[in-house]
């Protein structure tokens, strides 16, 4: 079994910046691709960003895509998700997941584990 808690999220102005963390109990997170969701208020959960167990490969959605990156420390079990440029339309809880798919492109049906969020509020 996996735990995972989410930290990092806040009240921030647009185009400001936030970075996400994501620390996972057990010791098999080196072997896990992990990956943020987010859920906007009033929408689905969407996949935002993923990372492959060695960091040698990562994925983003387009409308992250150069302002977010994902990246990992296995050694410290942790997950990081940098946020730039913030948007309003970027406010969501954002949720970290992990999977033993190798696909750094992660889907709902393919996680294993989730963390229970953390908000993000980006103002206008």
């Known amino acids: 079994q996996v735990q995972l808690v989410e930290s990092g999220g806040g009240l921030v102005q647009a185009g400001g910046s936030l970075r996400l963390s994501c620390v996972a109990s057990?010791?098999?997170?080196?072997?896990?691709?992990m990956g943020w969701f987010r859920q906007a208020p009033g929408k689905e959960r969407e996949f935002v960003a993923g990372i492959s167990w060695s960091a040698g490969s990562t994925y983003y959605v387009d409308s992250v895509r150069g302002r977010f990156t994902i990246s990992r420390d296995n050694a410290k079990n942790t997950v990081y998700l940098q946020m730039n440029s913030l948007k309003p339309e970027d406010t969501a809880v954002y949720y970290c997941?992990?999977?033993?798919?190798?696909?750094?492109?992660?889907?709902?049906?393919?996680?294993?584990?989730w963390g229970k969020g953390t908000l993000v509020t980006v103002s206008s």
């Open positions: 057990g010791r098999t997170f080196s072997s896990l691709t």
């Open positions: 997941a992990a999977t033993y798919g190798r696909s750094p492109y992660l889907t709902d049906y393919g996680i294993a584990y």
